[in-house]
């Protein structure tokens, strides 16, 4: 057992103050941090419970789209009526994730802050530089099933785990964020980092910073999205790979494309140019398979992982036939929420 203090805050001002003082992690839902503890892989001195604080609410901007915020739980934010009518790519994404109970607790900030799932993270009797800058990384040479094919690096081959995040980067969502210098906003694609040579930065979140809110933009892709997780388990695993679509359609022809991946890199992934050049191609399945190829054409594998070259490929091109179709892989009408 290691010792640490704990104390809940009331605002935004304290939560900042508090952030500053010794060795501390803000604490929301807990499903990752807790485990994080228990497991000797963080060993934070002092705790500070954020869920005082007021953003669990869910509102519209002046743009017309919406405002999360970092509070509001992964299930309530599937389950809301607006987001499932005007974003049901990202309902639809929160539902393939974790279990109900986790999304009951789980919440959107955290769900953004959630660390790897690689296994030599977890396992403190090996080396890993995301948890020991400069230790090694025990995956590499090691068992890479669950490990990155995009934007790795000697250092870290490491995935994020998010479904959430991957529905908000295609969406193209900005994260807020307030700290000791004030407040700010970023692209969600800017949040999360790849690893380089300092793999034990996850994100671009400054020290002491906190998550206040998601802002979803207008246009959800209502028509033409899909969300496909491809897992172990029909449910309760982490993605292999995962891919949200989402297609604008007119005449047959697309007139905007988005494609995130998850389970493949460090962070959601997207390429823009690669997005950019389905823009006035029929929306087919030749032209989703070229798409797909060329997005996977930097892909390495690392032995055990070789396969989700080809998964990815395969992946892509179907959640972008689904969407065109307007079958979408939803998880949206199949549960309860
Ligand atoms: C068994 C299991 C299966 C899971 N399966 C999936 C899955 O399939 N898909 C998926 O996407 N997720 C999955 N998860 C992960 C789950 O979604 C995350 O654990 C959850 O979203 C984290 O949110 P939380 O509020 O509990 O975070 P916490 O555990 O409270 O915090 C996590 C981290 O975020 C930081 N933090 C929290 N809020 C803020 C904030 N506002 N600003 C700055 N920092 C903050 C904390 O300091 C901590 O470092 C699974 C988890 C478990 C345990
Ligand atoms: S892949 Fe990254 S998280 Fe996993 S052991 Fe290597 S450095 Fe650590």
Redesign the pocket.
């Known amino acids: 057992m290691n010792p640490f203090s704990y104390i809940r805050v009331r605002d935004l001002a304290q939560a900042i103050r508090e952030a500053a003082i010794g060795d501390t992690?803000?604490?929301?839902?807990?499903?990752?941090?807790?485990?994080?503890m228990k497991e000797n892989v963080?060993q934070?001195g002092r705790?500070?419970d954020?869920n005082d604080?007021p953003?669990s609410h869910i509102e519209e901007t002046a743009d017309g789209g919406l405002r999360i915020g970092?509070?509001v739980?992964?299930a309530d934010l599937a389950a809301d009526s607006r987001v499932r009518a005007r974003y049901p790519l990202l309902s639809s994404?929160?539902l393939?994730?974790?279990?109900p109970q986790?999304?009951n607790?789980?919440?959107?900030?955290?769900?953004?802050?959630?660390?790897t799932?690689c296994y030599y993270f977890y396992d403190v009797a090996t080396p890993c530089n995301k948890r020991q800058p400069g230790s090694g990384c025990g995956a590499i040479g090691g068992v890479t099933r669950i490990h990155a094919i995009l934007g790795a690096s000697d250092q870290c081959i490491a995935t994020h785990?998010?479904?959430?995040?991957?529905a908000m980067a295609a969406l193209g969502a900005r994260v807020n964020?307030v700290g000791p210098d004030g407040p700010r906003g970023m692209a969600f694609t800017d949040f999360h980092r790849l690893p380089g040579e300092t793999p034990h930065l996850d994100n671009n979140?400054a020290p002491h910073?906190?998550?206040?809110s998601v802002e979803l933009p207008r246009d959800g892709f209502t028509q033409h999205y899909s969300y496909l997780?491809i897992?172990d388990r029909l449910a309760?695993?982490?993605?292999l790979v995962s891919v949200a679509a989402a297609l604008q359609i007119e005449g047959g022809r697309i007139a905007a494309a988005r494609v995130a991946l998850?389970g493949v890199a460090h962070k959601p992934w997207r390429n823009p140019d690669a997005e950019q050049s389905l823009t006035g191609m029929q929306a087919n399945p030749e032209n989703f398979a070229d798409f797909a190829r060329d997005l996977l054409s930097a892909a390495k594998g690392q032995g055990d992982n070789d396969f989700k070259i080809t998964l990815a490929q395969r992946a892509i091109a179907r959640a972008l036939a689904q969407a065109a179709a307007g079958t979408p892989q939803s998880q949206v009408d199949k549960q309860i929420v």
């Open positions: 992690r803000f604490i929301a839902g807990g499903t990752n941090l807790l485990d994080l963080e934070p705790l500070i954020i604080l953003l970092a509070l739980r992964n994404a929160l393939a994730g974790a279990s986790l999304r607790m789980a919440t959107t900030g955290g769900n953004l802050m959630q660390r799932r785990p998010s479904d959430m995040c991957v964020v979140l910073e906190l998550i206040t997780k897992r309760y695993a982490f993605a998850g």
